[in-house]
């Protein structure tokens, strides 16, 4: 990759970054402020693409949307599940620790894979040794949706390059 498309693979991840936190701060905040939230958009912005560190990836955005709509529904379905289980008489909880074997390679991909299982209520990703996570579950189905949510991480980025991010 040459100077010049990496710095202008980093602006538009910076744009990219911007825009994304302008439309937070507006739904979060109903356009109040918008001065404010303007200003904290671009400053995160652009340091977001200074210090990235090598490569920075630009989301599919079919993939985006499949993974934002699983991240949705797991954590709207696991939340209700969760409630449910603790609120039952006969708590009905399997708890268990499940080792995952990871096929992602790149650590944006693992980190991502780690904060979205820990994100979804009735999972903790515990621990990475090698390509291993060993998650701790509460249910007994938990390594289906493991698979499910790690197939959409997978789908979801592209290198700058036009490589897969895996």
């Known amino acids: ?10 602006l538009t991840w910076a744009l990219t970054v911007a825009a ?3 439309l937070l701060w507006l739904v979060l ?18 340091i977001s693409a200074w210090v990235a560190p090598g490569m920075v990836f630009t989301p599919r955005p079919l993939g985006l949307l499949r993974f934002v ?23 009905p909880m399997q708890p268990r620790w499940i080792d995952y074997q990871l096929r992602l390679q790149h650590p944006a991909s ?3 894979f780690l904060l979205t299982v820990n994100l979804t209520p ?20 938990t390594a289906g949706e493991l698979a499910r949510v790690e197939a959409a991480i997978g789908a979801l980025f592209v290198e700058s390059n036009g ?3 895996s």
């Open 1 to 10: 990759m040459t100077s010049s498309s990496g710095i202008a693979h980093r």
């Open 20 to 22: 994304t936190l302008m």
């Open 29 to 46: 905040t109903g356009g109040k402020g918008l001065p404010y939230g303007l200003t904290a958009a671009l400053l995160a912005a652009a």
């Open 69 to 91: 709509g699983l991240f949705l529904y797991n954590s709207l379905v696991g939340g209700a599940d969760v409630g449910w289980r603790a609120m039952h008489p006969a708590m």
């Open 110 to 112: 693992r980190t991502l």
């Open 122 to 141: 009735g999972t903790l990703a515990a621990n990475l040794h090698g390509d291993t996570v060993r998650v701790h579950a509460i249910t007994a189905d």
């Open 163 to 165: 490589g897969e991010v």
